[in-house]
């Protein structure tokens, strides 16, 4: 789980974190395209019902009517690799698939190599491709007030992002995930994190296999009933 809120420059620093509106819209969700696809095509309507389940639960409330929603969402999701959060200050060549590490020269990376629990096994499995869905927040460009021409930023300002990630995409099929990755996702909805990434774990998903009655070469017809076995 990786959440990012943004906070622009005051002074010396950043401003202070401020809670943003929970009335929202859903504009658009969208599938990244990937070589090789995804393992099955995604259900989008269930994925959009299931969200907006996990943003009641959260307190958020869906525009209706005439009233303008505050915040925009968007979602994303698909797979492949993504930008690794333990890399953010380290020279990285982008155009390569997956992107390489030119140089682990800067010092507060080199610090949190000396400083944090199983750094570097963290920073290799970020590495690795995943399967994503992102979750965006925007201003609502139609509620914000004017800025005079000098300050006038280009494009919608984003408020924050939540990204839920699991792991070995080529063998797991995300309509089977993405309940769960929503439940946690939705917990860091608007909310910052210390560390790069956040681990949750859950029980994976198992099935069973109803075997048939076993017919053996020889034998006139298959008995006994059908045994439940394998998952």
Do not use: C
Not at 117 to 133: D, I
Not at 162 to 188: C, H, I, K, W
Request: glycine share 6%; no cysteine; proline share 9%.
């Amino acid at each position: 789980m990786r959440a990012k809120v943004e906070r622009p420059f005051k002074g010396l620093g950043k401003a202070p974190r401020q809670e943003h509106g929970k009335f929202y819209h859903i504009a658009a969700i969208t599938l990244v395209p990937s070589n090789p696809p995804l393992l099955r095509p995604v259900d989008e309507a269930a994925v959009l019902a299931i969200l907006r389940e996990e943003l009641a639960k959260r307190g958020f409330t869906e525009a209706a009517g005439d009233t303008p929603p505050e915040i925009i969402l968007t979602l994303i999701y698909g797979r492949g690799w993504l930008r690794n959060p333990y890399l953010d200050d380290v020279m990285i060549a982008e155009s390569t698939s997956p992107p390489t590490v030119i140089s682990h020269g800067m010092h507060t990376n080199l610090a949190r190599q000396r400083t944090s629990f199983r750094h570097e096994s963290k920073l290799q499995a970020a590495q690795a491709e995943k399967l994503f869905l992102s979750v965006s927040a925007w201003a609502n460009p139609h509620t914000q007030p004017a800025e005079p021409k000098r300050k006038k930023r280009s494009g919608i300002r984003l408020y924050w992002r939540t990204t839920m990630l699991v792991d070995e995409p080529a063998q797991r099929d995300f309509n089977v995930f993405v309940r769960d990755m929503l439940a946690a996702g939705s917990a860091y909805f608007d909310r910052e994190i210390d560390a790069e990434e956040v681990s949750i774990r859950t029980d994976m998903p198992t099935g069973h296999v109803l075997m048939a009655p076993l017919h053996f070469a020889g034998d006139e017809e298959p008995s006994g009933p059908a045994v439940p076995g394998g998952q």
